[in-house]
């Protein structure tokens, strides 16, 4: 919005007062220039600088100009994009944005061109000096030398020429406190815009944010605000921290609200701020990553801490290479992976399936598109963790991910979920409020899991968020801008539940921008590659040596049909590592469950294992020949195939009496070797009696 003429002619004609008495009369105005202008007048005066000056130094040569961005090369680096985001605001404003370094230099801009000539005529392009020293007070040189954010309109320029410009500027602070360079919009002083050193400072905020990242990607970072929902936020604090708990860098809301020198000498540590110690909450951040942990300061406030960039020691995460029995399956090429849920990237999903394979190379090609994700499949195969796989992937992996299961909590409480609310809003409601699933994603993704069971009130509300990306909270009249990802997963045919009237249509075409679809565990190829990973996940956290895997299990993992898929197949893994003796490091028969079988579930799962139940008992007792389809029994023993021909009765009667001799009677341990349910088995005695 353009400022009001008659209050931009008020504020010129003060400040031409103001001229005249610096000037002129030599004296210092009372009123009519803002103390860091005023300041700057006085410097400039001090400094010897004529303010009628019409002297033009050149700019820098092509080589100076070269050698200055190889300095600031970080800078640059990540200035340029959003450089062009500021210039398509201001675009057609007659206007230009400008970066300079840590001495005024300006390395690059973008401009309209109808302003460009104008600007080059007091050389404000790529190469001059806007060193507050030489060209007089200005925004960019101002900035650095006050070190704050300024304002510098018409003829508060010292420098009479420069009277025609109106710049804003704002020095880009490193974590080390130090200016790192200077961020200006600078245009025609007729067009002055009132928001455009808000803008300036935003994208301050932003570069800073980025540099930060980038510089301390390796280190654990700690942000924190009093406030939850700022967690995520460019208001947020931040600090990097080494191994030894030192504070290593600090973006600027740290610095002034921690009161932090510039500079590493005398940074404190860790400890001397928080009551909690950094070890203690390196530990509580791994067991819940995603959560905002509420900390105590040393002098009395209580704070939000989000960590980021913490990873779980290696030795914890992967347990020395497996001596198992079974070959270890050749891992596809890549770095090694770290499978906890909270870094899994997509990359390591990838285990040589190629139906996952094409929805993994689908959901990258997304990544940074802003396009939601929707993830179908059965239960248990693996949705949620492939959503946080792109989440972590993708350039919003230092932001949250936050999962509602929208089938799992109350229709009524959905919408408190989802949305937050104020203090009081409704009965039962906490009295400091409440802020909601989608506010806690700002800046990351949020999963909403099984959206197919959405109420459909809800749906509306929700598709209202997406078109505003904005969210009102319940009892509060403020809408909050929100900046998510959205990834949704169903095992519904969602298509499906929009023609029976239980989705809506516009919802489902909002949601399901990508679909990718996850195979059930039985029909994949790399079910060993599994085993092996989640072998490898359990013998971390058992911390008592590898864990191995016979054969024989094995084959009977791949062909079982796993109805609970991969949820299944790692409940299966958990209860047998347990199983274990300390003193055994492989999974044989005996580690199974018993439901495995069906023993004591219903025939619906046992059925698969009963098929070749009569060949595979009298072969080898072994209950995994009996998930063998018949055709691939490839672990009966030739003495079986190659006996004479007999009735399937004679061989079933003649397995189950040798196996109930050798388990003395015992039914359960028979029709565990057998692999058939209880009930089975006592059918087929009955039979046989
Ligand atoms: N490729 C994998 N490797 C190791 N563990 C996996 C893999 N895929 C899934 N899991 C594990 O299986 C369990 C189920 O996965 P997840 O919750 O992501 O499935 P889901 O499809 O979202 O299930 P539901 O539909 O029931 O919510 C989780 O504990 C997950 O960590």
Redesign the pocket.
């Known amino acids: 919005m353009a400022v009001l003429p008659q209050l931009r002619d008020r504020r010129e004609n003060t400040i031409s007062d103001a001229r005249r008495f610096f000037f002129e009369l030599g004296q210092t105005p009372e009123a009519g220039l803002a103390p860091p202008v005023l300041r700057s007048w006085q410097r400039c005066r001090t400094g010897g600088l004529d303010h009628l000056d019409a002297y033009l130094i050149d700019p820098a040569g092509r080589a100076q100009l070269s050698d200055a961005r190889d300095r600031s090369a970080r800078l640059l680096e990540h200035a340029g994009g959003i450089m062009e985001h500021v210039f398509e605001q201001i675009r057609a404003s007659g206007s230009m944005v400008i970066l300079a370094d840590t001495r005024g230099m300006i390395l690059h801009c973008l401009g309209d061109p109808d302003f460009v000539g104008r600007a080059q005529r007091v050389a404000l392009q790529p190469g001059a000096s806007w060193d507050e020293a030489v060209r007089g007070t200005n925004a960019i040189g101002t900035a650095i030398q006050e070190g704050a954010a300024v304002e510098i309109h018409g003829a508060e320029h010292y420098l009479e020429r420069n009277g025609f410009l109106t710049c804003s500027a704002a020095p880009v602070f490193n974590a080390q406190g130090h200016v790192a360079g200077v961020l200006d919009i600078s245009g025609d002083s007729r067009n002055n815009q009132r928001h455009t050193l808000g803008l300036v400072r935003l994208s301050v905020q932003l570069l800073e944010k980025r540099l930060f990242e980038a510089e301390f990607a390796k280190e654990v970072r700690i942000a924190f605000h009093p406030r939850p929902e700022y967690v995520g936020s460019l208001q947020e604090a931040m600090l990097a921290v080494d191994a030894d708990g030192r504070i290593v860098g600090a973006n600027p809301v740290a610095r002034e609200w921690l009161a932090l020198p510039a500079g590493l000498a005398d940074a404190p540590t860790f400890g001397s701020l928080f009551r909690t110690g950094f070890g203690q909450l390196l530990d509580r951040a791994v067991n819940a990553p995603d959560d905002l942990l509420l900390l105590e300061m040393r002098r009395g406030e209580a704070v939000y801490v989000q960590v980021r960039g913490h990873r779980r020691p290696r030795a914890e995460v992967s347990a020395p290479r497996l001596q198992q029995s079974v070959a270890d399956p050749a891992r596809p090429a890549g770095k090694p992976c770290d499978?906890s849920?909270s870094l899994i990237t997509l990359d390591c999903?990838a285990?040589g399936d190629a139906r996952l394979q094409l929805a993994l190379d689908r959901a990258r090609r997304v990544q940074g598109k802003d396009i939601p994700l929707l993830?179908q499949?059965?239960?248990?195969?693996?949705?949620?963790?492939?959503?946080?796989a792109f989440h972590n992937s993708g350039a919003r992996n230092d932001g949250p991910f936050v999962a509602l299961?929208c089938a799992a909590i109350p229709e009524n409480l959905i919408e408190s979920e989802l949305f937050g609310y104020v203090g009081g809003a409704f009965t039962g409601a906490r009295r400091e409020g409440a802020v909601g699933k989608l506010q806690q994603a700002h800046g990351g993704t949020l999963f909403l899991?099984?959206i197919g069971d959405m109420p459909l009130g809800m749906q509306a509300r929700l598709l209202r968020v997406l078109q505003e990306r904005s969210v009102t909270p319940i009892g509060s009249m403020k809408s909050i801008p929100v900046d998510i990802s959205l990834v949704c997963?169903t095992?519904r045919v969602l298509r499906d539940a929009v023609k029976q009237g239980l989705f809506r249509e516009d919802l489902y075409y909002r949601v399901n921008s990508l679909t990718v679809t996850?195979p059930p565990l039985r029909e994949r190829t790399d079910i060993r590659h599994?085993v092996t990973?989640?072998l490898e996940?359990e013998a971390a956290d058992r911390r008592s040596g590898p864990i191995g895997i016979s054969e024989e299990v094995m084959g009977f993992f791949e062909r079982y049909p796993w109805p609970g898929?991969?949820?299944q197949?790692?409940n299966v893994i958990r209860v047998a590592v347990a199983l274990l003796d300390d003193d055994e490091h492989e999974i044989a028969s005996v580690h199974l469950p018993e439901e495995l079988f069906g023993i004591d579930g219903g025939d619906e799962v046992a059925e698969p294992l009963q098929r070749p139940v009569a060949l595979a008992a009298q072969a080898a007792a072994s209950p995994f020949a009996a998930a063998l389809p018949a055709a691939s029994a490839a672990i009966v023993p030739q003495a079986a195939a190659a006996s004479t021909p007999r009735s399937l009765d004679e061989i079933e009667l003649e397995a189950i009496t040798t196996v109930m001799r050798e388990v003395g009677g015992n039914v359960s341990a028979a029709a565990r070797r057998l692999g058939v349910s209880r009930n089975t088995l006592y059918r087929k005695l009955g039979k046989l009696n």
Request: proline letters at 0%; a positive charge; aromatic letters at 4%.
């Open positions: 499978r849920k999903l285990t993830i499949g059965e239960s248990g195969v693996g949705k949620e963790l492939f959503a946080r299961n899991d099984e997963a095992h996850l599994i990973n989640l996940m898929n991969v949820r197949l790692q």
